[in-house]
C-alpha cells in the first residue's frame, strides 16, 4: 500500500458526460500528478500541482481540469466524454514540488469506462 | 525529447533463472532513472531508482538495475526469478534539466514459468 487513494475505483458513465476523480497524496507529500493509462498511448502524464499550484503540465485535453485543494487532496474533472477518454486515471504524489528527483508513489488507480 | 524505449514487450524466463528487462532512454542532462512494476488491477509499485553516484542500483524484491551512460541504458535485472515476478514492468525517466514529470516506456510484460 503506497498511502496514496483514490475513489471511485471503477466508473461507467455515457459520452457526453462529466466526472470527477479523486485523490488523496501520501501524508506530508505536496505534489500531486496525474496520468493517463490507456492500451494505444501508454502511460502519459497529464498535469502536476505543488501545494495548490499548479506546476507542470503534459498531454492533457482542453476537457480535463484539475485541482488542489488546502487539504492537498486532488480532483480531475473529465468532461464531454468521449469513448477514447476510456482508461485507467492515475494519481501519483511526491514530497517535493520536482526540482528534487523525489520517488513519485502512485495510488489504485480509477478505472474510467465511457459508453 | 526526452524518451525510453522497451524494446521486449515480452520477457519469458524459468523460475530460477536469471532475469533481464531491457530500458533504454534519451534526455537532455543527465538523467533520473526509474523501475515501477505494476501487477493486474493494482497501481504502479516503485522498484527502484537511479539518481546518481553507483552503476549498480538495488531495490525491492531482490531487483537490481544497472545505469549504463555510454550505452544510455537502464536494464533491470535479478539473479533467481519467481513466479510471483510475474508482472508489467514499466522503466521511466525524467531529465534534472526540464519537467518534473516521468515519461514512461510502454511496459514489458514478465513471465515466469514454473
Known amino acids: 500500500d503506497s498511502g496514496v487513494t483514490q475513489t471511485p475505483k471503477h466508473l461507467i458513465t455515457a459520452t457526453g458526460q462529466r466526472v470527477t476523480l479523486r485523490c488523496s497524496p501520501r501524508s506530508g507529500d505536496l505534489s500531486v500528478y496525474w496520468y493517463q493509462q490507456s492500451l494505444d498511448q501508454g502511460l502519459q502524464f497529464l498535469i502536476q500541482?505543488?501545494?495548490?499550484?499548479?506546476?507542470a503540465k503534459g498531454n492533457i485535453l482542453e476537457r480535463f481540469s484539475a485541482q488542489q485543494f488546502p487539504d492537498l487532496h486532488s480532483e480531475l474533472n473529465l468532461s464531454s466524454l468521449e469513448l477514447g477518454d476510456s482508461a485507467l486515471y492515475f494519481c501519483a504524489s511526491t514530497t517535493g514540488g520536482g526540482a528534487r528527483p523525489d520517488t513519485q508513489y502512485f495510488g489504485p488507480g480509477t478505472r474510467l469506462t465511457v459508453l | 525529447a526526452q524518451s525510453v524505449a522497451q524494446p521486449e514487450d515480452q520477457v519469458n524466463v524459468a523460475e530460477g533463472n536469471p532475469l533481464t528487462v531491457k530500458c533504454t532512454y534519451s534526455?537532455?542532462?543527465?538523467?533520473?532513472l526509474f523501475w515501477y512494476v505494476q501487477y493486474p488491477n493494482r497501481g504502479l509499485q516503485f522498484l527502484l531508482k537511479?539518481?546518481?553516484?553507483?552503476?549498480l542500483v538495488k531495490g525491492s524484491y531482490g531487483f537490481e538495475a544497472e545505469f549504463n551512460k555510454s550505452q544510455t541504458s537502464f536494464h533491470l535485472k535479478k539473479p533467481s526469478a519467481l513466479v510471483s515476478d510475474s508482472a508489467l514492468y514499466f522503466c521511466a525517466v525524467r531529465s534534472n534539466q526540464a519537467g518534473t514529470a516521468l515519461i514512461f516506456g510502454k511496459g514489458t510484460t514478465l513471465s515466469v514459468s514454473s
Open positions: 500541482y505543488y501545494n495548490g499550484e499548479e506546476r
Open positions: 534526455v537532455s542532462g543527465n538523467p533520473y
Open positions: 537511479y539518481i546518481t553516484g553507483d552503476n
